[in-house]
């Protein structure tokens, strides 16, 4: 990742996009708006306030081909896929952690991947799609084989990028992340024969093309949910995808009254959204003696979507008995991946003075029995209360 560096770019309104083969848009849900300096009460949240009793998965460590080193994982009903950086996408059972087979190959030719950065499993139709960095193409796999399938063009770059996938008709929805000059587009959709269906324009949403800006689609509701966060930092919403528009429902001032922006007072963001609350988390940044801007420890915002009232939260994990320094909101689950030695530490610190079922318990004392420092990653996934 390269140095941090200042962007003090402000967006003064949310503007709406000139849309190509678009519907108008027919909802009259107002956008939220927070000031960050008027929030003023803080308050502890117990994760288990917030999710249901978690599943332990500890993954095989049968063979050299079942380990993984990636941090990320795609769910459905039945797997497991685990990939990060440049290794070999992996798919294992989901109840019983078993390595199944590698999916597709990675390497940077036509129909292969790397640096995978999204993933869909379609059980429905048998299929692992992947989406790596710097994509040119979708990558349809067997999911029973592994084997490619197909390489679907896709109808613009994606440095980084989200899709989501219609099983039904394989109508494909895109948003990627906008670099300035590069990408004109930043979401769009295209049917089976790739035809553009609607393409909404990048405008005041590029950034400059450096890797270190992100862009974030969690998926913790039925929205496909949509924003942008820089190093540098900047006043921006958080959007959800909607019939060929960025429908903009949250943003948050960090300036007060008649304050300019400045490296003092910007800090890096990132908006989740869950289906009863949006959380910021918000960075502010730090001055080296080098020169250049670092970000401290995170700040978390919790806004109530119903009510729309804000605090600041400190969030414990009473489950396994630690307080968390960052919120793993993905799929509608809480999710952390655990090395086989840290999970050695958290569960046996769990089992004395975590609040868990028996059953839970139960689990984790079978884990501990079973593994080693070596052995394979453990996934812990804790479903949204809804």
């Known amino acids: 990742m390269s140095n941090y560096r200042c962007i003090w770019i402000i967006i003064a309104s949310v503007a709406m996009f000139n849309l190509i083969s678009c519907k108008s848009e027919s909802t009259d849900e107002k956008i939220i708006t927070v000031n960050l300096s008027e929030v003023n009460k803080k308050r502890v949240v117990n994760l288990s306030d917030w999710v249901l009793e978690p599943e332990f998965i500890a993954l095989d460590s049968s063979s050299e081909d079942a380990y993984t080193e990636g941090g990320y994982c795609c769910l459905s009903d039945n797997y497991i896929g685990k990939y990060g950086s440049s290794q070999v996408y992996k798919l294992y059972d989901r109840r019983t952690g078993k390595f199944l087979r590698n999916i597709g190959k990675a390497g940077k030719n036509s129909g ?41 063009p896709l109808k613009h770059n994606v440095p980084k990028g989200a899709f989501v996938i219609d099983p039904e008709t394989g109508n494909l929805t895109v948003a990627a992340l906008p670099f300035d000059g590069m990408n004109e587009v930043v979401a769009w959709k295209q049917d089976k024969e790739d035809n553009t269906l609607w393409e909404i324009p990048a405008g005041n949403l590029s950034v400059i093309p450096d890797f270190s800006n992100q862009i974030n689609c969690f998926s913790n509701t039925e929205d496909f949910d949509f924003s942008i966060s820089t190093w540098g930092g900047r006043v921006d919403s958080l959007y959800v995808v909607k019939d ?48 250049y801007y670092s970000y401290g420890k995170p700040v978390f915002v919790v806004t109530e979507r119903e009510t729309e009232h804000s605090y600041v939260a400190d969030f414990t994990d009473d489950m396994l008995n630690r307080k968390l320094e960052y919120l793993p909101f993905t799929q509608g689950y809480y999710m952390e991946v655990f090395s086989a030695e840290d999970f050695m530490k958290i569960g046996k610190a769990a089992l004395s003075k975590g609040k868990l079922s028996e059953t839970s318990k139960a689990r984790i004392s079978d884990i501990l029995k079973a593994i080693t420092p070596e052995s394979n990653d453990v996934i812990l996934l804790a479903p949204l209360k809804r």
């Open 244 to 291: 060929g528009f960025l429908k903009p429902i949250f943003t948050m001032n960090f300036l007060k009254d008649n304050q300019k922006a400045a490296s003092s007072v910007l800090p890096n963001h990132t908006y989740t959204l869950l289906p009863d609350h949006i959380i910021t988390s918000v960075s502010m940044p730090v001055r080296r003696a080098s020169g």
């Open 112 to 152: 292969e991947y790397s640096n995978v950065y999204n993933s869909v499993i379609d059980e429905q139709n048998s299929r692992v799609y992947i989406l790596s960095w710097n994509a040119k193409e979708l990558l349809c796999h067997d999911l029973n084989t592994g084997e490619l399938i197909e390489a679907r």
